[in-house]
């Protein structure tokens, strides 16, 4: 979609709202190298929000809004969730079907607008909290990671059941007392990243938001691979502050501990030789362009 | 079917990639020619999906469809279906139709039996989220101990999800049904799913005469850009549909919200009845109207209900027919208008339920005219001498011998 649709008819602009107005004066659609630097000086993708106070899913939503190399050609995807509370003020179309089923929707929307729009690029990011990716949506993401779909699955990892008040999930801590755990989780924290780059992503990467220029760098790695070469997966540590017993300011410090040296959210990313040829390749083309600039 | 000259849509009369004329659904359906030929319900989906101009089609293995959907496949190497798969279960295939149909796809697939219980979650998603999916459900047994046999249960879990379903009795019901689902389904004031359903084996396996309208000519495509709600494909401004996310908050406009939409999804199915009218010639299909005794019901229970009819006239004995062409919209009315002279209603199923002599008694005065049966279940054939045997059975013990044989 092109800047031209967005554009407000003159007649009109008196009562448009001002956010929309905003979007037309100030967003960022169409700039090559938009990113997290964006953040406060154009319009965001994503204004209000009713999550906790300090949440770091909240920084993660607008760090990964700010990182798509062309929000004007994304759709999202995403399950339900504290993210649900999010999409309905996400300024890029977004879907909010099942509880699980993302994965497969987003394969049949990137099919539909590849047979809808064979010329253009149009980009699907799934963005799921851990029991939507790994517990009832495991299926149906990891078959469509086996079936090489081009999209990104983005899983906010916050180790448990958050919205529906701190249960036990899949991608939480041996060990971790919580509710449906009253013991203590008796099983290891799922380890997705592995099972996704043996299930076929070309990119994989896990982080936590504690760095806004790491998310902007993997996001719109994760974005571009997926576009030319094959699926790619981030999970990205979004503690729920809440449910660990922390305080509204304490979320940063808490995912620095957890990115910290042999910590589990310590940064690794896998990538094929293919996809980082593409990387490559593409930096390049950029370095070349810089010069050929300069020198005129 | 407007819209379709602006937005890029390919125009009446122009070819598709395939040398085939997008033909207005009218003229296709009321004015081209038809060449008959003999098929299986399987070979006839195809046929039928072939003139669809479908973009996306999911598949997935189950008896009795399994058939159908490898055809689909067929078409989609051939290049009449814009984009084939085979999901990996059939919760999974109705989320991929979603995501299709978010997208702005025209989508096509099929199930059964248990599969479509697999799927359930996702019909009313496909109602509340107004996409106008076409599933065809060759509905089978969905009891335990495990059984693929014809039996039409699945249908009763349908009938409140929201969606369109129209019962087809016959091959040539389910060709037009396929296509003429799809321009009542998207219509921009229904614009919802819609099951086409036929009764697995009876109609899948079996050989039929159909009229088949040419095979050089499809219905126009979907138009995404008319939908009441906003295609999923960034080609429109993303507003912020909601300031403040209604959907867990516990508050009196977030009920209301979600109550007015729903009535709205069953406003939408009631608004199909027009459309649905004109293509398929009325909703019910009446023979002898003026009988005291009435047979009534749904899919191939029809076709041998006309057998029972046929007998009983051999007998001297005039039974009148009610065949039912939409479980949703129910025609209320026309129910009520055509069994307000009957005396005995009989309503012949394949399920052990008897879900639809509910709906009827449901619409009609003096229910107690209504014979819930005769039912077969779990893959047994209804000959018409049982149907006959019991009307007879009954009006004996009503007392109402004479009219049999007077």
Redesign the interface.
Known sequence: MGREKIQINEEFWDIMPDDYKDLVNHSTYGKTDRGWKDVGSSTELIAEHSLCAGCPESIAFRHIMASMPSPEDTVMVGSTGCTSLVFPMVAVHNIHSLFGNQNAVATGLKRALNVRFPNKNKDVIVLAGDGATVDIGLDMTLQSWFRGERFTTICFDNELYANTGGQESGLMQKGFVAKMAPVGKKFEKVRLPEIARESGCAYVAVLTTSKPSLVERVVRQAVLIAREIGPTYLQIYTPCILEIGKQSMEGLQEMRDAEAAGERFKFREFITPEAQAFIDDMAAKKKAEKLASAAN | MGGHESNGMPQIGSMNKKGQIITDPSELFFLSPRTQAFLTGSEVIKEAVKRASV??S?AYPITPQSEASSLVGELYADGYV??Y?R???E???M???????????R?FTTTAGPGTLRAF??FP?WAG?RLPIEVVFTVRGVNSPLSIQPDTLEIAFMLETGMLLWHAEDAQDLFDFILKGYIVAEQPEVHLPIGVICDGFFVTHTKDMVLMTPENRVIPHYNPYASPV?C??????????????F??KSNYISYMTHASWQLEVRAAIERSRKHTIQLLDGLIEVENPDAEIMLISSGTAVSQSREAVRLFRDQGVKVGLVKIKTIRPFPAQEVREALKNAKHIFVPEFNVAGWMAKEIKSVIDRSERVVAGPHVAGGMTMPPEVIVEEIERSLALRGKKELIHG
Not at chain 2, 95 to 105: N, R
Not at chain 2, 232 to 245: C, N
Request: with cysteine; charged share 20%; hydrophobic share 40%.
């Open positions: 973009d996306f999911v814009g984009d798969m999901g990996e279960s919760f999974a295939v989320g991929q139709c979603a995501g299709g149909a978010f997208g702005g796809a989508v979650e996702n998603m989220s906003t999923m494909d960034m080609e429109s401004p993303p507003v912020r549909m909601m300031r403040d996310p959907v867990m």
